[in-house]
Every structure is written in structure tokens, then in C-alpha cells.
């Protein structure tokens, strides 16, 4: 099972974009980078989901690089509404295959005016 | 779009009692799951469900707890005898597929058990 580790907080201002990194260094061959975005008292929200290189959805874009140790999950031009916790998730996990998405801590953003 | 539904939104059970909590998954998906989260903490994994069996499970999924689908649309999370420890927010999520890694699920927007 993939760990990953992503700082606890970041904080940010309304209009910058935001970049989180998440490592992820024993990611193995067929293991996927998912990101979830949770709002309080909501079920996390998918985000974006890649296996190399770049991905881009009209919500954000996320950075692989070669090695796929590390991945960023980039929020362009942020407001006041994307104050959440954002979770990296590798997988799959479990016996056999993608039932077992286990989040860790994730990163609370805060974004402010 | 297409969303899970969960009922009810709130659930206050006396300790000792048993309690189901309700969940309608998006309705092509076959993959089913159930999270728990304690105000302030993680998400945690409780149980997925595949086939009309359990895939996974995790350690707090213990034998108070139970899932089943009793029909064609509607995925159950019954805990038998509720503790206190039990109060937290449980999610139902389900995904259309979940083998090969790249499976997105979709969550509801939970129920909140409150254990007096």
C-alpha cells in the first residue's frame, strides 16, 4: 500500500493559484494518483485523476513527473470557496484491485479575501 | 448529474440500540462503499462491496457491524448495538468500476449518527 504525505495546511489568497504536493515514494507499476476535495460536513469530491505527465480538468491540473514519486495538484486562480481539504490517494489497494481507497490526513487549505 | 443519496441526513440512537443507516447508489455503478468520519478526523474506510458480498473490510468493520443490498437499488450499513464511539458521519460512496486503480468514487452527503 502506496503511503503518501502532503503538508497538513497551506494558506492562500483569493486569485493565486495553489500547488500541493503529495509524495508518494513506493508507488508501485499500476498504481493510479486520485485527488479528492472535501468541503466540512460534505463527502469528499474526485478532483482529478492521472498516471503520468499532465492532467487537466476545467477544475484543476495535475503534475506527474517521470519517476511518478511525487505528484502536485495545481488550483489556478483560487477564491474563497475552494477553502477545503484536498486528499491524494494512490492506488489501487486491497487484494484485488481498487476496493479499499483509504485517505490519509490531507491538506486543509484556507483561503483568504 | 448523476449523485448517491443517503437517508436520513441525521440519526440520534439511545447507546445499546440498532441503527441502518441508507444509502441509493448512482445507478450503473457496481462497486459499493462505506466511510465513516469523526468529527475532526479522517475519512475512514469501513467496508466495500462487490457482487453482492464484501470485497474489503477494515478493522473497525467488526461483527456490530453489517451490509447489505437489499434490492436492486439500495446499499445498507446496519450497526446492531451502537456505542458511543460509534457517533461520527458515515458516507456512502459508490464507483463504476474497481479493479483497475483508476476508479473515481462518488460520495453521498452522509448521515450524522449521534450515539446518547
Known amino acids: 500500500l502506496a503511503k503518501t504525505t502532503q503538508p497538513i495546511s497551506m494558506d492562500s489568497y483569493e486569485g493565486q493559484e495553489v500547488n500541493i504536493t503529495c509524495s508518494h515514494n513506493?508507488?508501485?507499476?499500476?498504481?493510479?494518483i486520485t485527488w479528492y476535495q472535501q468541503f466540512p460536513s460534505q463527502g469528499p469530491r474526485f478532483i482529478i485523476q492521472g498516471y503520468k505527465t499532465k492532467v487537466t480538468n476545467e477544475v484543476a491540473s495535475l503534475f506527474i513527473p517521470a519517476d511518478r514519486k511525487s505528484s502536485t495538484l495545481s488550483l489556478p486562480r483560487v477564491s474563497l470557496s475552494d477553502t477545503a481539504v484536498y486528499y491524494c490517494l494512490v492506488g489501487p489497494t486491497g487484494n484485488t484491485g481498487g476496493f479499499k481507497t483509504i485517505f490519509g490526513a490531507g491538506t486543509r487549505l484556507f483561503v483568504k479575501a | 448529474e448523476p449523485e448517491v443519496t443517503q437517508t436520513p441526513s441525521h440519526q440520534v440512537t439511545q447507546m445499546g440500540q440498532e441503527v441502518i443507516l441508507r444509502c441509493v447508489p448512482i445507478?450503473?455503478?457496481?462497486?459499493f462503499y462505506w466511510y465513516r468520519q469523526i468529527l475532526g478526523q479522517k475519512v475512514e474506510f469501513l467496508v466495500s462491496?462487490?457482487?453482492?458480498?464484501?470485497?474489503?473490510k477494515s478493522e473497525i468493520f467488526d461483527d456490530q457491524f453489517s451490509v447489505e443490498r437489499p434490492d436492486g437499488s439500495n446499499f445498507t450499513l446496519k450497526i446492531r448495538s451502537t456505542k458511543l464511539e460509534d457517533s461520527a458521519m458515515y458516507f456512502c460512496?459508490?464507483?463504476?468500476?474497481?479493479?483497475?486503480?483508476?476508479?473515481?468514487?462518488?460520495f453521498g452527503s452522509g448521515t450524522q449518527l449521534s450515539v446518547l
Open positions: 513506493n508507488i508501485a507499476t499500476n498504481d493510479y
Open positions: 462491496f462487490y457482487n453482492n458480498e464484501i470485497s474489503e
Open positions: 445507478s450503473n455503478h457496481l462497486y
Open positions: 460512496a459508490s464507483s463504476e468500476g474497481g479493479t483497475g486503480g483508476d476508479e473515481k468514487l462518488f
